[in-house]
T-cell receptor, first 116, second 112 residues
Framework: DADVTQTPRNRITKTGKRIMLECSQT?????MYWYRQDPGLGLQLIYY???????NKGEISDGYSVSRQAQAKFSLSLESAIPNQTALYFC???????????????FGPGTRLTVL | QKEVEQDPGPLSVPEGAIVSLNCTYS??????FMWYRQYSRKGPELLMY??SSGNKEDGRFTAQVDKSSKYISLFIRDSQPSDSATYLC????????????WGAGTKLIIKP
C-alpha cells in the first residue's frame, strides 16, 4: 500500500463549487504539505503543517483553506472554485528533525483538478 | 525574478549520452540543495541531496553545487530511457524553517 494517498485522483467541478481534497499518510511523519503544480511553474506551496496544532500559509494560500484532522490526515478545501485553480495538487510529508530529514519530502500521487 | 531558475526544456538526448541539468538561484542563504525526479503521473521523489558546496556521487548520478556562482548541476552518465522524467531542483536554508523553494523542473527525454 502507498505511504501517502490522495483522494480523489481526478476531479472536474464547476466555478463556485466547494471542493475538498484529502490526504492520508502511514509514514508517521509530523509535517505535511499541500502544493499545486502548473506547467512551467514548478511546485508552489499552498499550506503546511508541522503538527496537528501548527498550520501555516504558504506562498499561494488565497482561495484555499486546510484542516489537519489528525497526524495522518491533512485536507485542502477550495471554498469557491475558480478556473485558474485548475492544476495538479500534491500532498507531501516529511519527518521533523534536521535539515536532511525535513527536506526529504514524500509525495502522494497527485489530484488532477479541473474547474470549468 | 524567481528565486530559483530552471530551464523547463524539454531536453532530448540519445541513450548513453551524458546529461547535464542545471539551476541558478539568487538567494545566497540557501544551504541545502536537492534534486527530485518526477515520472509522468507521479509525485516527485528525492534523488540527490547536497549540503553547501561540492560534489556528491551516487551511481550514474552526480550533483554539483557552486555557491560562489549560485549554480547547481545534476549530471547523468550513461543515460537510459528509464531516466526520462522531469527533474526538479529544490533548495532550503535553516532560517526559512527548511521550506523548500522549487525550480520549475526540466523535462528530460532519453531516446533509445
Amino acid at each position: 500500500d502507498a505511504d501517502v494517498t490522495q483522494t480523489p485522483r481526478n476531479r472536474i467541478t464547476k466555478t463556485g463549487k466547494r471542493i475538498m481534497l484529502e490526504c492520508s499518510q502511514t509514514k508517521g511523519h509530523d509535517r505535511m504539505y499541500w502544493y499545486r503544480q502548473d506547467p512551467g511553474l514548478g511546485l508552489q506551496l499552498i499550506y503546511y503543517s508541522f503538527d496537528v496544532k501548527d498550520i501555516n500559509k504558504g506562498e499561494i494560500s488565497d482561495g484555499y483553506s486546510v484542516s489537519r484532522q489528525a497526524q495522518a490526515k491533512f485536507s485542502l478545501s477550495l471554498e469557491s472554485a475558480i478556473p485558474n485553480q485548475t492544476a495538479l495538487y500534491f500532498c507531501a510529508t516529511s519527518p521533523s528533525g534536521n535539515a536532511i530529514s525535513t527536506d526529504t519530502q514524500y509525495f502522494g500521487p497527485g489530484t488532477r483538478l479541473t474547474v470549468l | 525574478q524567481k528565486e530559483v531558475e530552471q530551464d523547463p526544456g524539454p531536453l532530448s538526448v540519445p541513450e548513453g549520452a551524458i546529461v547535464s541539468l542545471n539551476c541558478t538561484y539568487s538567494n545566497s542563504a540557501f544551504q541545502y540543495f536537492m534534486w527530485y525526479r518526477q515520472y509522468s503521473r507521479k509525485g516527485p521523489e528525492l534523488l540527490m541531496y547536497t549540503y553547501s558546496s561540492g560534489n556528491k556521487e551516487d551511481g550514474r548520478f552526480t550533483a554539483q553545487v557552486d555557491k560562489s556562482s549560485k549554480y547547481i548541476s545534476l549530471f547523468i552518465r550513461d543515460s537510459q530511457p528509464s531516466d526520462s522524467a522531469t527533474y526538479l531542483c529544490a533548495m532550503s536554508y535553516m532560517d526559512s524553517n527548511y521550506q523548500l523553494i522549487w525550480g520549475a523542473g526540466t523535462k528530460l527525454i532519453i531516446k533509445p
